[in-house]
């Protein structure tokens, strides 16, 4: 059973430019939400999808968007990078609708280098 | 807001020692909790979980109860390894995953 699997591992990217970055979800999961972890931080929540549309989205401007495809696979869209952007960015897949235990699997994640 | 505040790292011990993170939170409502674990290179991984209160969450030798009284979930683990050694991060979840900061544990021979 494939888990959550992520592409590319990195990437380097210089200010001004877009990105985006891939994400499959584990095998039988419907929901892909995507996170921002900068070093030594944990995890900051930026958007969730499902039925190929954002359900839920955390406090990050418009140059942050996706894509959920019915395959419910899903893309993450960066426009206009900046430095503050260079981060790891993790893929999680769930299952919707959520039970109180709500459930989590992360993928290795991309790391994003913006020079 | 929703908030998570985990006691600040590294944490060191030596082998078999006894390991305690603390976890406290502040929420609305009644949130599901989550400990996961990074280890290095890696994305993370669901270490444990509990969703309402007294609930204890176990796995491999690690245990965190929920205390809605005192709002934390401190892990423990009464005698660690050095391939323990990572990164452990405390969550919450009511409409979505909030994390603490992390916690560095390094376990040495």
């Known amino acids: 059973d494939a888990g959550v699997t992520q592409s590319p591992t990195h990437l380097i990217k210089t200010r001004g430019q877009q990105v985006t970055l891939r994400c499959s979800p584990k095998?039988?999961?419907?929901?892909v939400s995507w996170y921002q972890q900068a070093l030594g931080q944990g995890p900051q929540f930026i958007f969730q999808y499902y039925e190929e549309e954002e359900r839920q989205r955390g406090n990050f401007p418009d140059r942050f968007s996706g894509h959920q495809f019915p395959n419910y696979s899903s893309e993450l869209n960066v426009n206009a990078l900046l430095l503050g952007d260079s981060a790891l960015y993790l893929c999680a897949s769930s299952l919707l609708p959520p039970s109180y235990s709500y459930e989590q699997y992360f993928g290795p994640g991309t790391r994003l280098t913006v020079t | 807001g929703d908030s998570v505040t985990q006691m600040e790292g590294p944490v060191t011990l030596s082998e078999e020692a006894f390991l305690t993170i603390n976890c406290t939170y502040t929420a609305t409502g009644y949130p599901s909790l989550f400990w996961y674990v990074q280890y290095p290179g890696e994305g993370l991984q669901l270490l444990l979980k509990a969703t309402k209160a007294d609930d204890k969450g176990s796995n491999k030798g690690f245990e965190a109860t929920y205390r809605k009284e005192t709002t934390s979930f401190h892990l423990e683990k009464g005698s660690v390894q050095v391939s323990d050694s990572a990164v452990y991060f405390c969550?919450?979840?009511?409409?979505?995953?909030?994390f603490g900061t992390g916690t560095r544990l390094q376990v040495f021979p």
């Open positions: 969550a919450l979840h009511t409409d979505k995953l909030i």
């Open positions: 095998s039988g999961h419907d929901t």
